[in-house]
């Protein structure tokens, strides 16, 4: 079946412009979570979604930072005025509810100049 | 908090096996998982440990050590297409802890 797909692949923009990353979980899986890869860098845990709420939003960096997540399917996350350290690759990964093993989708690779 | 430890990098000739070890310390312990991670792709499942012990899944093999907290990935008859980084993380409730990965480079 399908898994886990996320848009764009690349995305280069200009310092203090808006970006939104999108991300499609494989279809049934309740539970989505983000994550940044930096450069040489483990995951970070950003975001963790449950069907539509999102009980811990404590990995993310800044205010500038925001994700939904509607019809517990797709979820965007939103990146304000970004910032040359926002870049990184932002992976989404989603798993059925409660179970341990996360399926990950391909990133975004995100480039602020 | 959790604190992951692994090697950044390691080389081996194809053919032979390598040892990536992992080496955590958490606040509760739900299993450990190892992914493999090409570059640019996602990561990819290989194992998940939550008993001690050696679990075989052909020629990639996890141990893991509650007690050392402590766990290593086999990789054994090595093939150019095993070049990759090999992600240890710890569940952390939902969420998992990540160490910041082993790029294993094959060589002919």
């Known amino acids: 079946g399908a898994g886990v797909s996320q848009s764009p692949s690349n995305k280069v923009t200009e310092k203090g412009k808006d970006v939104e990353l999108r991300c499609d979980p494989i279809?049934?899986?309740?539970?989505l979570y983000w994550y940044r890869q930096r450069l040489g860098q483990g995951l970070e845990f950003l975001i963790y979604?449950?069907?539509?709420?999102?009980?811990?939003k404590s990995g993310l960096p800044s205010d500038r930072f925001s994700a939904e997540r509607t019809g517990e399917s797709v979820s965007t996350l939103t990146i304000q005025r970004t910032q040359q350290e926002d870049s990184a690759v932002y992976l989404c990964?989603?798993?059925?509810?409660?179970?341990?093993?996360?399926?990950f989708g391909p990133g975004t690779r995100l480039t602020v100049t | 908090g959790q604190n992951i430890d692994q090697p950044t990098e390691m080389t081996a000739t194809e053919g032979a096996i390598v040892q990536i070890n992992c080496t955590y310390q958490?606040?509760?312990?739900?299993?450990l998982f190892w992914y493999q991670q090409h570059a640019g792709e996602a990561p990819t499942f290989l194992s998940y440990?939550?008993?001690?012990g050696l679990e075989e899944k052909g020629r990639f093999s996890s141990f893991l050590s509650r007690s050392k907290g402590y766990s290593y990935l086999l990789l054994k008859e090595l093939q150019m297409k095993d070049s990759a980084s090999y992600l240890c993380?710890?569940?952390?409730?939902?969420?998992?802890?990540f160490g910041a990965g082993t790029t294993v480079t094959v060589r002919a």
């Open positions: 279809s049934g899986h309740t539970a």
């Open positions: 958490t606040s509760g312990f739900n299993g």
């Open positions: 993380a710890v569940p952390n409730d939902y969420k998992l802890s």
């Open positions: 990964a989603s798993s059925l509810a409660r179970a341990p093993e996360q399926y």
């Open positions: 440990n939550v008993l001690d």
């Open positions: 979604f449950q069907g539509n709420s999102a009980p811990d």
